[in-house]
């Protein structure tokens, strides 16, 4: 976007002026002209675009701008935008409810909050190029609400993102223990039972072992030892040790 040919501006604006884009935010004051380049509050999904607007101040104090609206009402629609964008932004950090939410509303937060800064630098250069006009004042003043509306927005969200992740995080920690736990509890006991299987295999297989007709109490003899040597094992599970 280019300042309209039928801008009458002094030659030390126009030699400042480049010729394809209107270039970042500023204010250029010269021969009791002034001229801002602002850029449109960034619109959700479009962070890389900047749409410049030019405002322009005579020396009589009459205002011309490129915007819908006239003069000085157009520059104040033009700051209130940024408001209007921020609460829209508010309304969705209070119904925000997981990481990507936050992290949505952050992506948006950071080009929106730097365009608010940079108007708000171009406002306060205007200021102190014309002193003595106190609407420029009190634009700059409103700038500096929104720039710090924006900033304790983004805190907020940024805070809410890294407590949503923590919490998150902690959640997955204590099913991962749990798991941890119940896998110990799962080896302690086939620790335990290992060696009464093992033994079992042995003898149940049909082969003479010469024990075939010993009494009763020989085979409590096996499955007690089975289980005593089970919690040796066990020993060894949990303590790395076998004595």
């Known amino acids: 976007m280019k300042v309209p040919r039928s801008w009458s501006l002094p030659e030390t604006i126009q030699q ?30 479009k962070r890389g675009d900047r749409e410049g607007a030019f405002f322009w101040r ?17 520059l104040k629609k033009h ?40 108007s708000h630098a ?32 983004y805190l907020d969200s940024k805070s809410a993102l890294d407590f949503t992740i923590a919490q998150q995080t902690e959640e997955q920690s204590q099913l991962s223990l749990q798991s941890l736990r119940a896998a110990h509890r799962l080896n302690i006991l086939a620790a335990i039972f290992f060696p009464l299987t093992a033994i079992s295999c042995a003898f149940g297989m049909n082969l003479p072992t010469g024990f075939e007709g010993a009494p009763m109490g020989f085979f409590w003899l096996v ?7 089970g919690f040796w094992v066990r020993r060894w599970v949990v303590t790395g040790k076998w004595f």
């Open 16 to 45: 400042r002026l480049g010729q394809k884009s209107a270039g970042k935010q500023r204010a250029m004051v010269a021969e009791g002209h002034l001229l801002l380049i602002l850029h449109q509050a960034p619109k959700q999904g």
């Open 58 to 74: 005579k020396p009589n104090g009459e205002w011309t701008s490129t915007q819908r609206g006239q003069g000085l009402q157009s």
């Open 79 to 118: 700051i209130e935008a940024y408001a209007t964008t921020a609460e829209e932004l508010a309304q969705r950090y209070e119904k925000a409810q997981s990481s990507v939410d936050y992290f949505a509303i952050l992506k948006e937060l950071t080009s929106l909050h730097r365009a608010a800064q940079n």
């Open 122 to 153: 171009a406002l306060q250069t205007a200021r102190e190029g014309i002193p003595d006009d106190r609407n420029i004042i009190d634009l700059r003043d409103r700038a500096a609400e929104i720039e710090r509306t924006l900033e304790l927005l």
């Open 223 to 229: 499955f007690l030892g089975g289980i005593a040597l």
